[in-house]
């Protein structure tokens, strides 16, 4: 093999940094029609197509409220999405022109037929298709000759009646309805108890070890800061991804709340032989019987999630 990369080696997803992440969803969901397969609140979401875990991700951690970069910095200069025909192609274009979006420009590379355009945030994009192999431009050795040339945008546009968008109907990907997030709320004020008694539990143990805390600001430090508490940070922290993805305002998808779900189930699966929470929610389920009332509530929730 020497030096040469592996021939089944390609790109998988790239992330970007936005100012805006609803913004940035209202384009590459709403515009362009990638899924939306999970999301956590304001600050991100990864998006994909066709069941793909994630082929962009977005985020806001480091950029929110920003501006793009200014001309003579180094960085992104575009990412490419390729679509499978011209078909599906000129649908994209349409949308583009439907939404008011303009293009950079267009071109025929021999290879492929390209869109150039910016989403909100700046970042430049080529929307292409490829075209077979076997009518790739080539030189009298083979090798390749592609070119730049103007894209007849018509052409690619008619191409768009002979691809018909699939409907949308029983898809993972449609908005929350309210009995799934009711339902959500449900699960939450499960957990908050598990919570509350597994704090409960694991103070009861600190204290047999290191001595009676004094007050509920001592216990707050603690559970912030010592050791002794931090494997309880996974469960307030899928609390509070749930409350993320419930509020009113957030387009959570049918497929976050499975996710949701998914996470939960595995969070609380106990193990003898495992390590951190795992290990440490076996040892309070031994321990404790309020511990295992709650954990038997949360349980009889995610069944009728199901």
């Not at 592609?146 to 409907?167: G, K, Q, S």
């Amino acid at each position: 093999m020497g030096n040469r990369i592996d021939r089944r080696v390609d790109i998988g997803h790239v992330h970007l940094k936005v100012a805006d992440l609803d913004r940035a969803l209202g384009f590459y969901n709403g515009v362009l029609g990638f899924e939306i397969v999970q999301r956590y609140g304001k600050e991100a979401a990864f998006v994909s197509a066709g069941g793909y875990h994630h082929h962009i991700g977005l985020n806001t951690w480091e950029s929110l409220g920003g501006s793009p970069p200014p001309r003579g910095t180094t960085g992104l200069y575009h990412f490419a999405i390729r679509y499978p025909d011209r078909a599906t192609l000129g649908a994209a274009l349409r949308r583009l022109e439907g939404a008011g979006i303009g293009l950079d420009g267009a071109s025929d590379h021999g290879v492929s037929e390209a869109l150039y355009l910016r989403d909100p945030d700046g970042n430049g994009l080529e929307l292409y298709w490829d075209r077979p192999r076997d009518e790739w431009p080539r030189a009298a050795d083979g090798s390749l000759q592609m070119h730049t040339r103007r894209l007849d945008l018509d052409t690619v546009r008619a191409a768009a009646d002979e691809w018909a968008e699939p409907a949308p109907a029983g898809s993972p990907y449609a908005p929350m309805d309210d009995r799934v997030r009711h339902r959500l709320r449900d699960l939450r004020g499960r957990l908050l108890h598990l919570h509350k008694v597994l704090l409960d539990d694991t103070r009861a143990t600190y204290e047999l070890d290191r001595g009676r805390v004094t007050s509920n600001s001592s216990l707050l430090q603690l559970v912030i800061h010592d050791p002794w508490f931090a494997w309880l940070h996974a469960l307030s922290e899928l609390v509070v991804r749930i409350d993320q993805t419930v509020e009113h305002e957030a387009p959570a998808t049918e497929a976050d709340g499975v996710a949701l779900i998914e996470s939960v189930e595995r969070l609380l699966t106990a193990s003898e032989t495992g390590d951190g929470f795992a290990r440490r929610y076996y040892e309070a389920l031994q321990r404790q019987p309020a511990v295992v009332l709650a954990h038997a509530a949360v349980r009889l929730a995610l069944k009728d999630m199901k």
